[in-house]
């Protein structure tokens, strides 16, 4: 299989009728990703080759958990067919909005609460599996659910050293540090809240798409806002009138920008390696 085509006899395996067409679109670097459209409605339709049913799971359940208060495409269905696995979601159009609802949007989603830090589920990614056990701790769930399994991965690709690994430990100890006299309440994040998993419908509406949900510090989500762009000023202002955010927090992003550059870091190799290191050296 490729992304130009799935076979008419794979396609009919689908619990959709009536399909009058197939076409590949683009749906990121992990999944393939097809339009398909029936006499009735249009569709999302991801497949990961050679992966269980399973391999949706966590992506459905962070759809459900937001779409409890925010926008987002819905599951339709998902199984395997011949040993790959699929989501079938709604087709949204592709429209334009105002980052300020967007702002608001994200807020929203953070207000929804839980008891303590995690997910009820975890999440293989390329490189590791993502620890959601939950934790009445952020401190704990932070450092250790996190960061220490995310250097490991790090140290097995070849992309950490001797100096990392000091300016590591200093701001370990200054977030743990930190969050020993601060109090944090579990919000529900998106998880991968940049720029490409955010959209806006034909009716200027915001939706989230794509998520990596976790109950953890909703700060956690806006520090990936601010890694690659995209996320306009109106964007923070809405955000901020609606949830708003606390005081001091330029100095306290930079922890958790972290963790999203040293994935890209061992995903992608040194090119994010001053990135990260410009990070470790304030430490």
Not at 61 to 76: F, H, Q, R, S, W
Not at 179 to 184: D, G, M, P, Q, R
Request: aromatic share 14%; hydrophobic share 35%.
């Amino acid at each position: 299989m490729n992304n130009q085509q799935l076979s008419t006899n794979w396609l009919a395996q689908l619990p959709l009728n009536n399909i009058i067409s197939c076409e590949p679109v683009s749906g990121g670097d992990i999944n393939l990703a097809y339009q398909i459209t029936t006499t009735n409605a249009t569709y999302f339709v991801k497949v990961q080759p050679k992966h269980p049913s399973s391999y949706f799971d966590h992506e459905i359940l962070g759809l459900k958990e937001i779409g409890k208060v925010a926008n987002v495409p819905t599951p339709v269905a998902h199984g395997e067919i011949d040993g790959d696995a699929y989501l079938v979601l709604n087709w949204i159009t592709n429209g334009y909005g105002d980052q300020y609802a967007l702002g608001q949007e994200v807020a929203k989603m953070h207000q929804q609460r839980n008891e303590e830090f995690g997910f009820p589920d975890n999440h293989q990614t390329k490189v590791l599996v993502k620890n959601n056990h939950w934790n009445p701790s952020w401190r704990d769930f932070y450092i250790n659910q996190r960061l220490k399994p995310e250097i490991s991965a790090a140290i097995k690709t070849g992309r950490w050293n001797k100096w990392r690994q000091t300016h590591f430990d200093r701001m370990v100890a200054k977030f743990d540090n930190y969050y020993s006299t601060t109090e944090v309440r579990p919000s529900l994040l998106h998880g991968d809240l940049w720029a490409g998993n955010f959209m806006f419908n034909q009716e200027h509406q915001p939706y989230l798409i794509d998520p990596d949900c976790v109950y953890g510090d909703r700060e956690f989500d806006l520090a990936m806002t601010t890694v690659f762009g995209g996320f306009d000023e109106q964007f923070y202002r809405g955000y901020n009138d609606t949830y708003p955010i606390k005081p001091g927090i330029n100095d306290r992003l930079p922890w958790y920008r972290f963790y999203y550059l040293c994935m890209h870091l061992i995903l992608f190799g040194e090119s994010y390696g001053p990135a990260v290191d410009q990070i470790l050296s304030n430490y």
